[in-house]
C-alpha cells in the first residue's frame, strides 16, 4: 500500500510496544481509530506465547476463549499478512472491498477421468480491489 504510515520496531523493543507506536500514530496523525491488526501466525507466535518470570502466560491461558487482542484491537492471524511485519488500520471506517466483477463459478467434467469416474472440477473467481481512503489511517509495523 502506498502513502501508508511506517513503525519500525526498535533492537530489543518487544512487539507489543511497536504495535502500540503505530496505533498512536493512526490516531495522531490518521484522526482514526485502530480496527484490526493483521500478521502471519509466525509473527503472531511469539507475542501469544509471552510468559512472566514465573511462566504464566501474559497473554492468557490457551484454554482462555475468546478472540485474540493487542491492546484491545482485534489480532487476525493470515499468511497473506507481510512476512516480520504486521499491518495496522482503521479498516472499519477507512478502507472497502470494492466488487469489481461478480463471482464466476465454472462446473466441468471434461478433465482427465473425471467423466469416467463421475467427478466434477469446480473453478470460481471473484475479482476485487481494497481501497484505502485515508493512507494515513494505517501503518505497517516493519521488523518484527
Not at 16 to 29: C, G, Q
Not at 50 to 55: N, S
Not at 61 to 78: K, L, R
Not at 129 to 138: C, E, M, V
Request: aromatic residues 10%; glycine residues 8%; neutral net charge.
Amino acid at each position: 500500500m502506498s502513502g501508508i504510515q511506517t513503525q519500525a520496531k526498535g533492537g530489543s523493543e518487544p512487539t507489543t510496544d511497536a504495535l502500540y507506536k503505530a496505533m498512536r500514530k493512526i490516531r495522531d496523525t490518521g484522526f482514526a481509530e485502530p480496527s484490526v491488526v493483521f500478521m502471519t501466525p509466525a509473527t503472531w507466535e511469539p507475542v501469544r506465547l509471552m510468559k512472566t518470570a514465573d511462566g504464566i502466560y501474559i497473554w492468557g491461558h490457551p484454554s482462555m476463549p475468546g478472540p485474540a487482542t493487542v491492546w484491545g484491537v482485534p489480532v487476525v492471524e493470515t499468511t497473506a499478512a507481510p512476512a516480520n511485519a504486521a499491518l495496522v488500520g482503521d479498516y472499519a471506517n477507512f478502507s472497502e472491498l470494492a466488487v469489481r466483477r461478480g463471482i464466476d463459478v465454472q462446473v466441468s467434467n471434461s478433465h482427465s477421468d473425471y467423466f469416467i469416474r463421475g467427478k466434477l472440477a469446480l473453478r470460481a473467481d471473484l475479482r476485487v480491489a481494497l481501497i484505502h481512503y485515508r493512507p494515513l489511517a494505517f501503518c505497517e509495523v516493519t521488523g518484527l
